[in-house]
């Protein structure tokens, strides 16, 4: 049987970042993103990318309903997206596409709605982030050392409003003694979500072999795949009168 490759679109607001941002990632997130998952996931996968300024914020009925997979970096800009695109979005994901949150994206329109909490954190900036894995036998997990150090980060700390994950893939601690669930899972009517924290825009975070890894397996496991419809045309049929001559009524 052919495969068919998982369709994903790399979202980013994407507002012509600051001239720190643009000397760590000169074409914006969403095309890094899109490199790497283009890169680890080969034919198994199709990448296009989507941001702000385009009409819809590039998210039209037409591009959602061919999209798969949907990863979504914001920051400056999470009050910026329309109340009607952020709510087909939504829509989407309970209709079973998958959503990967990156980082700041916390606090974007999708993400609050798919939560109903506040999803605040604590913060600070530069900061050394050790990564940790403690669902090893996840699939987001699969290949993923049992700890990676991100050597400069943003510090996102505990209290985080969030619901309780359906499952903790990945907890973050830093140098000033915090912690952070930074790889969260949930389940959300038919779509899988997936948050991971990691990912400063001053910081090559996304060019992290490690995140990378972590990206591609987290576009894998929200991937719901359709069921293919039964056949039944060859399927034995019990004799009439069966039901009542057993007695399984």
């Known amino acids: ?26 074409d914006g997130f969403h095309q890094t993103i899109a490199a790497g998952l283009r890169a680890e996931l080969g034919s198994g996968a199709s990448v296009r ?9 590039g998210l039209t009925s037409e591009v959602l309903s061919a999209t798969d997979v949907l990863t979504w970096w914001s920051h400056s800009a999470n009050d910026g997206v329309a109340d009607d695109v952020a709510e087909r979005v939504r829509q989407c994901v309970l209709d079973g596409m998958g959503l990967v949150v ?14 109903g909490t506040r999803c605040t954190l604590r913060w600070r900036n530069d900061e050394r982030e050790v990564v940790w894995t403690v669902a090893p036998a996840h699939p987001i997990a699969a290949g993923v050392p049992s700890h990676f150090v991100i050597p400069r980060q943003e510090m996102y700390g505990e209290f985080f409003d969030i619901p309780p994950p359906d499952e903790l893939v990945f907890l973050s601690s830093f ?31 996304y060019r992290q072999p490690e995140v990378r890894r972590i990206l591609a397996n987290a576009v894998r496991w929200a991937h719901v795949p359709v069921p293919s419809p039964i056949d039944t045309s060859s399927s034995p049929r019990l004799p009439r009168g069966w039901f009542e001559a057993t007695g399984n009524l």
């Open 1 to 26: 049987m052919v495969s068919v490759p998982i369709q994903v679109t790399v979202w980013s607001e994407d507002l012509g970042e600051r001239d720190a941002v643009r000397l760590v990632y000169p």
């Open 102 to 115: 990156l980082h700041s994206a916390h606090l974007s329109k999708p993400f609050l709605r798919l939560m």
């Open 175 to 205: 140098s000033g003694g915090e912690v952070f669930r930074s790889g969260c899972c949930w389940t959300r009517g038919k779509g899988r979500v997936f948050y991971f924290g990691p990912g400063h825009e001053t910081y090559p975070v």
């Open 49 to 57: 990318t989507a941001t702000l300024p385009e009409p819809e914020h």
